[in-house]
């Protein structure tokens, strides 16, 4: 099946690379117009130029720093200039600054949170206070028209995570902030859903350079492999398209059998 997101505004963050960039690359593979958020200005032109070259699907770039309010406004706005509307969020932006307790240090600490949480919080806030009008006008004379937000959350926000307080705090707080929005926003045709992905990205690579560690984290998958982001991408398709109308508040764990 193709073509399941034609005419759709989607909007990614954390795109530039990784697994944002196959994400952006799959929707727009189904039709949508995609705005490539990323703060590495070369890398979200990289993926915009991609998205251009390929068959189908639209793009532009967005430079903004994920993580404030202002940020998320911004971007709606570099959306709606494009594009006149938005259809699917997927908040996926991250970084890591990995320690033990002990170690970390209130910047580490703040700055994962300020990107991670509050920039999902922001980014959802943003779009959802452009939706609400809308949808709430359509819910007053029948079913109000779909609209997606995808979360990313991990493992870490599902069990915890060693050396990782500040990261499994925000992808824990993810997970709760999916499941009240849905609740919240059920009523006004708005799913709210949050994947939990296990893929080889530049986040993931310097936990595998050591050959006696990285064989132990693939030991503990199901499937014996890390992923390709490009594995990882069909599930966001899945969520932004119609095929997942009747889902919300739900976590899909895309991670090849870690968390089961």
């Excluded at 609400?132 to 819910?139: H, L, N, S």
């Excluded at 609209?147 to 992808?171: D, E, F, P, W």
């Amino acid at each position: 099946m193709t073509g399941r997101l034609e005419g759709k505004s989607c909007i990614v963050t954390g795109a530039g690379s990784g697994i944002g960039r196959a994400v952006a690359i799959a929707l727009a593979a189904e039709g949508g117009r995609v705005v490539v958020n990323d703060v590495d200005q070369a890398a979200a032109d990289g993926v915009v130029k991609e998205i251009a070259d390929a068959p189908t699907g639209e793009a532009v770039a967005s430079y903004e720093p994920i993580g404030t309010v202002a940020a998320a406004e911004s971007l709606l706005k570099t959306t709606l200039d494009a594009y006149g509307e938005v259809d699917v969020l997927v908040n996926n932006a991250g970084i890591l600054r990995d320690k033990m307790l002990h170690n970390m240090s209130e910047e580490d600490f703040d700055q994962v949170i300020e990107v991670h949480l509050k920039g999902t919080w922001a980014c959802g806030r943003a779009v959802v206070q452009h939706w609400r009008p809308t949808a709430k006008e359509e819910a007053s004379t029948g079913r109000p028209k779909p609209r997606k937000i995808i979360n990313v959350t991990s493992a870490s926000g599902l069990r915890g995570s060693v050396g990782q307080s500040n990261y499994a705090a925000a992808k824990m707080g993810i997970v709760g902030l999916t499941k009240t929005w849905a609740k919240e926003l059920g009523s006004l045709g708005i799913n709210v859903n949050a994947i939990a992905p296990v893929a080889r990205t530049a986040m993931t690579a310097p936990l595998l350079q050591d050959e006696e560690s990285a064989k132990q984290r693939v030991a503990r998958l199901a499937l014996d492999h890390y992923g390709e982001p490009e594995e990882i991408a069909p599930a966001f398709v899945f969520l932004a398209a119609a095929d997942s109308d009747y889902i919300t508040g739900q976590v899909l764990c895309v991670d090849g059998g870690l968390v089961i």
